[in-house]
């Protein structure tokens, strides 16, 4: 069984301020992690995903997030928000030997104040 | 590479009635997948293939019916429309961890139906 918890529903940051969006998970196989970004209105674009090699990974437009077993976290980061960066955000966990199936949080929507 | 297609884009039912929605992948991916999402909900499964001529139920599959005749196609019923089924329906498509080493998945950009 896999699950997947975003702990914050709603984050604010100002622009210009770093960005921390969190996710913890849990799986009885080696997961997949994902995250996600929907804009208001449009489909669901990936943003990174970590598939056992390294445990920083870099994604688009200046998010990374950080694979941690040890705690089952996998946390989305930027350094400096922008105005653009407002959506929706998706952490996901999928694991082959269950058919591909992934399993989505809830979102945190994400505000930019200028 | 069109990716994942959807069809229709937006559609307005009556209690009732019926329809299907047709989702296309030219990326020849093994598993195809049906999601519904909701106000202030993550994706949840309705239905997903793991191959042509298979299907198997997800987590919220009542009321819908799904077929896989070509391996391209993934197509979703709605046999007799309630108002409860009014979403945003995402189709989504992927490889096995064997061929491609994660699960990714790529997604259609979405049917909005509205069940009145």
């Known amino acids: 069984a896999q699950s997947v918890t975003q702990l914050d529903s709603h984050v604010s940051v100002s622009e210009g301020t770093p960005v921390l969006l969190r996710c913890n998970y849990s799986?009885?196989?080696?997961?997949?992690l994902f995250w996600y970004v929907q804009h208001p209105n449009k489909g669901l674009q990936l943003l990174l995903k970590?598939?056992?090699?390294?445990?920083l990974v870099k994604g688009i437009n200046g998010f990374e997030a950080e694979f941690k077993k040890s705690e089952t976290s996998f946390h989305l980061t930027k350094p400096s928000a922008h105005m653009s960066d407002a959506a929706e955000y998706f952490c996901v966990v999928s694991g082959d030997t269950n058919a591909g199936k992934s399993t989505f949080g809830d979102g945190t929507t994400l505000t930019v104040k200028p | 590479n069109a990716g994942v297609t959807q069809t229709p884009k937006f559609r307005v039912l009556k209690t009732g009635q019926s329809m299907t929605l047709l989702c296309a992948q030219d990326?020849?991916?093994?598993?195809m997948y049906w999601y519904r999402q909701d106000p202030g909900m993550g994706l949840r499964l309705i239905h997903y293939s793991v191959g042509e001529g298979t299907t198997a139920k997800g987590e919220v599959p009542d009321g819908y019916n799904v077929s896989r005749l070509k391996k391209q196609n993934f197509l979703l019923g709605l046999e007799s429309a309630a108002p409860s089924q009014t979403s945003v329906y995402f189709c989504?498509?992927?490889?096995?961890?064997?061929?491609?080493?994660?699960?990714?998945?790529?997604f259609g950009p979405g049917t909005r139906l509205t069940v009145l």
């Open positions: 799986s009885s196989y080696s997961p997949s």
């Open positions: 970590y598939t056992s090699a390294a445990t």
């Open positions: 990326m020849n991916h093994e598993y």
């Open positions: 989504a498509s992927t490889s096995p961890v064997r061929t491609s080493g994660y699960n990714e998945q790529f």
